[in-house]
């Protein structure tokens, strides 16, 4: 069976300091996958999908980037975080020719001070 | 542009049934997906529509009508579990476009 799992589940982080959130995805092969971002109150604002290996699209402009260096794993970095990038962070999947169905990871609580 | 509205807030009673609606009008469509999302947790799948009419799975059932925009999601035998945010998401163009969600809240 296919799982997600993305890491670290919390931080805090002073501003300007560098983010890493790491994503990986086990049990299938070429999965669409996306990072999400969900203000409190929020509905779920995409940042990146990607298609394939090396393939992010961006969907808002900001000071965040990905990255898909493995087929199966997506990351999400930031060189100096702000504030308003505290919220909390989705990584998803879906398969490639799926009807858009996303089976999302853990989340990750980011806190930015 | 593309918008999903749903209402902020609702309440109900253990036992009772409740409907969650949500309105839509997106560039496409590709089907309309119902997630449970509790607090500080990822959002999970519930249900997923793409023709007209009523989808029963257990206790949640969901409909839509393409014509009218419109879906609902109908949690029969609410239980205190069921206390969570509802989102509404739109397939477009192979991706979803999601509403803001609806936090259900169950009294005793």
């Known amino acids: 069976s296919q799982t997600i799992h993305q890491w670290p589940a919390t931080l805090v982080q002073p501003v300007g300091s560098p983010l890493s959130l790491e994503c990986t995805v086990e049990g299938t092969s070429n999965p669409n996958l996306y990072w999400y971002r969900q203000a409190a109150g929020r509905g779920l604002q995409l940042l990146f999908y990607s298609v394939g290996i090396g393939q992010i699209s961006s969907e808002v402009p900001q000071n965040l980037s990905a990255s898909r260096p493995q087929d199966r794993q997506f990351i999400l970095s930031s060189k100096k975080l702000l504030l308003s990038d505290s919220g909390f962070y989705l990584c998803a999947w879906s398969e490639p020719t799926s009807t858009g169905e996303l089976f999302f990871g853990e989340g990750s609580r980011l806190t930015v001070l | 542009g593309q918008n999903i509205d749903q209402p902020t807030e609702m309440t109900a009673t253990e036992g009772a049934i409740v409907q969650i609606n949500c309105t839509y009008q997106?560039?496409?469509?590709?089907?309309l997906f119902w997630y449970q999302q509790h607090a500080g947790e990822a959002p999970t799948f519930l249900s997923y529509n793409v023709l007209d009419g009523l989808e029963e799975k257990g206790r949640f059932s969901s409909f839509l009508s393409r014509s009218k925009g419109y879906s609902y999601l109908l949690l029969k035998e609410l239980q205190m579990k069921d206390s969570a945010s509802y989102l509404c998401?739109?397939?477009?163009?192979?991706?979803?476009?999601w509403g803001a969600g609806t936090k259900l809240i169950i009294k005793p």
């Open positions: 997106t560039s496409g469509f590709n089907g």
């Open positions: 998401a739109v397939g477009s163009n192979y991706q979803l476009i």
